[in-house]
């Protein structure tokens, strides 16, 4: 199955936690108490609207673009002791 890159825009709240949004998927929005938390849900929510948008027959959002199954770089948050 082909996947889409979306951005994605992580805050960390005053009360010790992370908030993750999406202007490229509309409706995202999570908290976790950790980074990689976070992006977890993110992905989890990101796989449920698409699925959803498939479902009933709506158009996925513009910004979703399909990548080709080849080779790229990106940043991961790694946990320091």
Not at 34 to 46: H, I, K, N, P, W
Not at 52 to 69: D, K, Q, W
């Amino acid at each position: 199955m082909p996947e889409a890159i979306i951005s994605i825009t992580i805050k960390a709240l005053p009360e010790g936690v992370y908030l993750a949004t999406s202007k490229d998927l509309p409706g995202l929005v999570v908290q976790g108490r950790t980074l990689a938390e976070t992006l977890e849900f993110a992905q989890d929510v990101a796989a449920k609207l698409v699925e959803s948008y498939v479902e009933h027959g709506e158009a996925l959002p513009p910004a979703l673009r399909v990548v080709p199954a080849r080779r790229f770089n990106t940043k991961i948050a790694v946990s320091v002791p």
